[in-house]
């Protein structure tokens, strides 16, 4: 309990001083929510996402839109909701490491989730990975449960929070299928139970897919075909045009001389993933997978050993971890679990050819659970080198301080590392961040009410309440002839996402050429923090 005491304040007071706008895809999520409590349906910020949207599974909108009825805000809901979350992974996580190496370590590694800075600044993002991985590892603790009790309602249960981790983030398809093939493993092995284990896998797949069914349902009405995610589509798009040697950001929203949208989030989005869906094959998605298996995992293991997780210190604690002790049953068959599930987590980036660094963060609880088993075992090692009759004391010190030293070593490490440099999610200049929000709000009270806004990121379109157009990336005079094409309401200049596109910084020094529109706002002094908002009009 103190240690969730702990967690929640530390959340709390990083949010209050941090969180200062809308993450980049918190403004989708949140719009969505939005979308659905004012009638309009399962429906994002507009064209950058398509109408309806069949990208972002439901859950997390959802569960914005139903916190909302209270706050009355869907960004506040969205930063509550992912809270809650960070929360119950503290728990989760607790569960995992008293069930498989004992109550010392369970509460060492309860202690490193609380304090780590990247779980404290995931837990108040309006993003999806505190809610899919909270979820992912409540579900795994009963999977593991599952195997070793072989009860009917742990498998029951553990379907029914992989299917909730399926509703948040599509990789959580995963998840049944390495239950399935282990839970037989060990029941072979004991020669015992084969046929209530055989009866809670299909019970286990009768829940997620009862839970899968509505939205693999609402897929299909949308596209015509049978579809459990719409996610690989985007990435195959995003894929071909990077293996065109077109950059990251022009895979995405690239435009052409001719003003043909090949960019994965211009035009038709909704018309992409579909014709992308219906002809692409297993084979096709797994082209190149050995070279991509290749540069993933190194990708990965450079994610893992980064200061941002804890740096070498971690990664060898983690390592210790795995291999120090005494191999028990229940040790091999949970370590073969959480191998299994690392293993499954770097296959599924086999078909993409691009990294964020998101797509790591799900390593880190496997370091720290595996961590924490370390600093126990050196601890208690230390302990039984010092005891003596005539001093024990001493011993119990020593093994603390130990103990204490190794944790605060890893949280030390990720506290020093700036997450706002590496990753966009985790931070912004203060003053440009409020002046983001304020430019949004600020366009809220414009006319026409019902407003169209071309921008390079998501936060002023969504604090405006307006639908969302990405502007292109191209030329300067292929941009001009694109947003004469789509004929915005309003274009916004950020100078924090200048280098976003080729003709931004340009654009913010010299205006916008040919008078193409007239500019109605224009706040902040240094390049970062400026923001120029220009009335579009007709010529």
């Known amino acids: 309990m103190i240690i969730l005491v702990v967690a929640l304040g530390l959340r709390v007071a990083w949010m209050t001083n941090r969180s200062v706008i809308i993450e980049n895809e918190g403004g989708e999520y949140a719009a969505i929510a939005g979308n659905i409590l004012s009638g309009r349906g399962y429906v994002g910020q507009g064209e950058i996402t398509g109408k309806p949207q069949i990208f972002f599974p439901p859950l997390y909108p959802m569960a914005i839109a139903a916190l909302a009825l209270t706050t009355r805000d869907t960004e506040i809901a969205g930063r509550i909701v992912s809270l809650a979350m960070g929360l119950l992974l503290i728990l989760a996580l607790y569960k995992l490491g008293n069930h498989t190496y004992g109550r010392r370590a369970g509460l060492i590694v309860a202690a490193l989730a609380a304090t780590h800075p990247l779980l404290v600044s995931l837990s108040?993002?309006?993003?999806?990975?505190?809610?899919?991985?909270?979820?992912?590892?409540?579900?795994?603790?009963?999977?593991?449960?599952?195997?070793?009790?072989?009860?009917?309602?742990?498998?029951?249960?553990?379907?029914a929070l992989y299917g909730l981790a399926y509703l948040t983030r599509p990789e959580a398809l995963l998840l049944p299928g390495i239950v399935a093939v282990l839970s037989p493993i060990v029941a072979g092995v004991d020669r015992a139970g084969?046929?209530?284990?055989?009866?809670?896998?299909?019970g286990m797949f009768a829940v997620f897919l009862l839970m899968a069914a509505p939205y693999v349902t609402y897929l299909y009405t949308q596209t015509g075909h049978i579809r459990l995610e719409n996610k690989s589509a985007i990435q195959l798009v995003i894929n071909e045009n990077?293996?065109?040697?077109?950059?990251?950001?022009?895979?995405?929203?690239?435009?052409?001389?001719?003003?043909?949208?090949?960019?994965?989030?211009?035009?038709?989005?909704?018309?992409?993933?579909?014709?992308?869906?219906?002809r692409s094959t297993l084979l096709g998605?797994?082209?190149d997978a050995d070279k991509a298996a290749?540069?993933?995992a190194r990708n990965l293991a450079g994610a893992a050993k980064s200061n941002y997780f804890g740096g070498p210190l971690l990664v060898s604690l983690a390592l210790a971890g795995f291999c120090l002790g005494a191999w028990s049953r229940r040790r091999a068959y949970v370590q073969a679990f959480l191998g299994l599930m690392v293993v499954g987590i770097t296959v599924s980036l086999f078909s993409v050819e691009f990294f964020w660094p998101r797509y790591s963060y799900i390593l880190l609880p496997f370091l720290l659970v595996c961590g924490a088993h370390a600093i126990d075992k050196i601890s208690a090692w230390v302990h039984r080198a010092l005891t003596t009759p005539w001093q024990p004391?001493?011993?119990?010190?020593?093994?603390?301080?130990?103990?204490?030293?190794?944790?605060?070593?890893?949280?030390?490490?990720?506290a020093r590392a700036n997450l706002a440099e590496a990753y966009d999610d985790?931070?912004?200049?203060?003053?440009?961040?409020?002046?983001?929000k304020q430019a949004g709000l600020w366009l809220r009270d414009q006319t026409p009410r019902e407003k169209v806004i071309?921008?390079?990121?998501?936060?002023?379109?969504?604090?405006?309440?307006?639908?969302?157009?990405?502007?292109?990336?191209?030329?300067?005079q292929v941009a001009l002839r694109y947003i004469d094409a789509k004929a915005p309401d309003y274009v916004v200049l950020r100078g924090a996402l200048a280098n976003q596109r080729p003709y931004l910084d340009q654009w913010a020094e010299y205006g916008i050429p040919g008078n193409h529109g007239r500019l109605v706002y224009d706040v902040g002094v240094s390049k970062e923090e400026r923001i120029q908002i220009y009335r579009w009009e007709e010529r």
Not at 400 to 412: D, H, N, R, T, W
Request: hydrophobic residues 45%; aromatic residues 10%; charged residues 15%.
């Open 124 to 159: 108040i993002l309006v993003q999806t990975e505190a809610t899919y991985i909270a979820l992912t590892f409540s579900g795994t603790y009963l999977a593991i449960r599952a195997i070793e009790s072989r009860r009917l309602r742990d498998f029951l249960l553990c379907g």
């Open 285 to 287: 998605s797994l082209q």
């Open 194 to 202: 084969f046929r209530r284990v055989v009866q809670g896998i299909a």
């Open 294 to 296: 290749v540069r993933q």
């Open 454 to 476: 071309m921008d390079a990121g998501s936060a002023i379109p969504y604090y405006s309440g307006s639908e969302y157009v990405a502007l292109p990336y191209s030329s300067s």
């Open 242 to 278: 990077i293996l065109q040697g077109k950059n990251w950001t022009e895979a995405h929203f690239g435009v052409d001389d001719d003003l043909n949208e090949f960019g994965a989030h211009m035009g038709d989005v909704d018309g992409r993933i579909i014709n992308t869906a219906n």
């Open 426 to 436: 985790f931070g912004t200049n203060r003053t440009g961040a409020v002046f983001t």
């Open 393 to 414: 004391a001493r011993a119990t010190f020593a093994s603390c301080a130990v103990g204490a030293s190794m944790a605060a070593g890893v949280l030390l490490v990720a």
